[in-house]
Structures are given as C-alpha cells and as structure tokens.
C-alpha cells in the first residue's frame, strides 16, 4: 500500500492509499478517485518525498503478518481523532453536509448524527459521508 498526496482542480489537498501507482493511475483515469471535500474527479497526484528505507536503518525483517486487528484499531482512532477535530452539528448532521455540497453553507468538516435513511440518502446524493464508530466515552 502507498499513501499519495493528492489536489483537486479546486485545490483541495487530501491524501488517499492504493495498492499501487498503477492502481492509483487506473482509478483516476476512470474517475473512480474523488476529492472528499468537494467530490470533483478532477483529481492529480502532488509530488511528495518518497520514503527510502537504507540498510544502516533497516527495521528488522519480520514473516509475521501485520494484525489485522491492530490496523482497525489504529484506523478507528484515526478517524475518531478527526472527528474530534471537526465541528458537531448534532441531528443537522445531513441538512448541513447537504448546504455544504451545495455550496449553500461554508466548507469545513462536521460531524452529528444521521440514521441510516439519511445516510443512504447523502450517498445517492453523491455526498462524502463516513460513519465513524462512536468512542466508548460517547455512549452514555
């Protein structure tokens, strides 16, 4: 897996993981790669310095398998961190992300509750949502 730096043709900067380049190459020039702020296909990879890994600082080698659940465990944190760093907006969760992809509402990142009608609704709208499992602390 390689994380790309990548910019849409409205110069929002956002990252996203491929298999590979050629992966990466594939889904572009289909337009199945999209930009989650704005969900322009108009998308283009940013140069970025590549990670080269010599031997004087080679990590040990390893056969083991990375834990699968130890990636969702970091992947969920990951986005519960992102989450915390966006803006709660409660039950209006789908009315504002929809005054958002409209451009009725500034762009920034929300967060809030939606049930799953809402949520089907915002996707066949071709709006970006992610559902983030909520953290034990928010359960009460």
Known sequence: MIVLD???DREHRFE???A?????????????????????SDVRRLPSAPYIQTSSHSAPAT???P?????????IEALRSAAA???????????EARRIHYGDSE???IRGKADRE???ELIDEGIPILPVPPDKDDMH
């Open 107 to 109: 762009e920034r990142a």
């Open 67 to 75: 834990d699968p659940q130890a990636i969702a465990a970091r992947l």
């Open 20 to 40: 590979s380049s050629d992966a990466f190459e594939s889904q572009r020039t289909t337009r199945l790669v999209t930009c989650p702020h704005c969900g322009s």
């Open 118 to 120: 809402e949520m089907i």
């Open 63 to 65: 056969s083991a398998s």
């Open 6 to 8: 990548l910019c849409c």
């Open 85 to 95: 760093r966006s803006e709660d907006v409660g039950e209006h969760f789908a009315e």
């Open 16 to 18: 996203a993981w491929f």
